[in-house]
Each structure stands twice: as structure tokens, then as C-alpha cells.
């Protein structure tokens, strides 16, 4: 199956300071999404983001499909977005299920 | 609220009990999935339906697990003779085949706990 790989997979910022979330892949895709796990456990979507670059408020993605990687950047970091990030994979010709990398735990200190 | 909804939240049981999960999907989503997540790691896939139809089920669902969507609706997750290794969150999501992304969208999940 295909391997999703996040880096790192622990970060703890400032308040204030930037970062930016990779995740590799090892195989075409037909879906990438970014997730955050809140603490209770709910999966908030972040971004469907199969190619291209979007942007949402503080946060933006950018999927480079041709070189299977894709990048989360979260700036002006705030302590709410604590959490893991997960990415997930759907592998091109496959189903439309899921596979998730491991995640980055992200603590934001006030 | 409009999105994917499990229940119940939470559920504590003795070793080889029988538990059931219930998601009800987003009401256009003829997609719905079942994801076992442990404790440190990602989600991992279950099964999947479309429809009414299982389409796809895991190594992961052991003879124990039964996954039922009557009529395309609700679905429903059954553990049999629960173990202690079975403590996990379980997570639906649904999406929308045609007409849509492909966007998975989860629910809070049901959180299993074996004693």
C-alpha cells in the first residue's frame, strides 16, 4: 500500500512563531487532506488539497503531486492550535479510502 | 448540525461483551466509512460503503466486526466477544461520490474501552 510519511513528528513553538507540516507520499494520489485532531478527538478538516496551493486565514497548504509531498504552513501560531495534524492519502485507482500518516503533535506555549 | 454524528460518544465494556456503534452520515453522502484509531496513531480504514453495498472491508475486521448500512442511511459497527486489544476511537466519515470532491468528513467517534 502506499506509505505517508509526516515530519516532524513533534513541535513546540511560541506563541506568535511560524511553522511548516510535510508529509511525503510514495505513490500518485487522487485526494490529500489535512487534518487537525482536537483534543477530544474530532478529525476538523483543514484542506482537500490533491495539487496546488490554498489558503485559509492563517493557515495554507501546498501539494506538489509530482514530487509527492505536500506542505502545511500554520503562522502567527495561536495555543488553540495545539493539536495533531494529520495528512491522509487517497492512492490514485484506489478507492476513495484514506490513508493516514502518523501525525505531528504541535504545542503552542503561551 | 448537518455533519456526521456517532453515538454514543463513549462506551466502557467488560472483555467479551458486545458493543454497537451508530453513524449517520451527511444526508447527501452516499459514501461512508469506518476508521479504527489507537492511541498515537493515525487512523487506520476499516470498511467502506456505498450505498447499501460494503464495498471494502480490511485485514484489520477480524470475524468479530459486522458493519450493516440498511437502506443506504445509517450504519451501524459490531464487536463481538470484545478483547482488550479492541480499545480504540472509532471514527465514521462520509463522502459524495458523484457531485462532489471525494472530501471525507468525520464524526466525533466512539470511543471503546475494554476492561
Known amino acids: 500500500g502506499i506509505q505517508v510519511e509526516q515530519s516532524p513528528p513533534d513541535l513546540i513553538l511560541q506563541e506568535g512563531a511560524n511553522s511548516t507540516l510535510r508529509c511525503n507520499f510514495s505513490?500518485?494520489?487522487?485526494?490529500l487532506q489535512w487534518f487537525h485532531q482536537n483534543p477530544w478527538g474530532q478529525l476538523i478538516n483543514l484542506f482537500y488539497?490533491?495539487?496546488g496551493t490554498k489558503q485559509n486565514g492563517r493557515l495554507s497548504a501546498t501539494t506538489v503531486a509530482t514530487e509527492r509531498y505536500s506542505l502545511l504552513y500554520i503562522s502567527s501560531s495561536q495555543t488553540t492550535d495545539s493539536g495533531v495534524y494529520f495528512c491522509?492519502?487517497?492512492?490514485?485507482?484506489?478507492?476513495?479510502?484514506?490513508?493516514f500518516g502518523s501525525g505531528t503533535q504541535l504545542t503552542v506555549l503561551p | 448540525d448537518t455533519g456526521v454524528s456517532q453515538d454514543p460518544r463513549h462506551k466502557i465494556t467488560k472483555r467479551g461483551q458486545n458493543v454497537t456503534f451508530r453513524c449517520d452520515p451527511i444526508?447527501?453522502?452516499?459514501?461512508l466509512y469506518w476508521y479504527r484509531q489507537t492511541l498515537g496513531q493515525g487512523p487506520e480504514f476499516l470498511t467502506y460503503f456505498q450505498n447499501e453495498a460494503q464495498l471494502e472491508k480490511s485485514r484489520l475486521l477480524s470475524d468479530r466486526f459486522s458493519a450493516e448500512r440498511p437502506k443506504g442511511s445509517f450504519s451501524t459497527l459490531e464487536i463481538q466477544r470484545t478483547e482488550q486489544g479492541d480499545s480504540a476511537m472509532y471514527l465514521c466519515?462520509?463522502?459524495?461520490?458523484?457531485?462532489?470532491?471525494?472530501?471525507?468528513?468525520f464524526g466525533e467517534g466512539s470511543r471503546l474501552t475494554v476492561l
Open positions: 466519515a462520509s463522502s459524495r461520490l458523484a457531485g462532489g470532491s471525494g472530501e471525507l468528513f
Open positions: 505513490d500518485s494520489v487522487n485526494n
Open positions: 444526508s447527501e453522502h452516499n459514501r
Open positions: 491522509a492519502v487517497e492512492r490514485a485507482g484506489s478507492a476513495r479510502q484514506l490513508t
Open positions: 488539497i490533491p495539487s
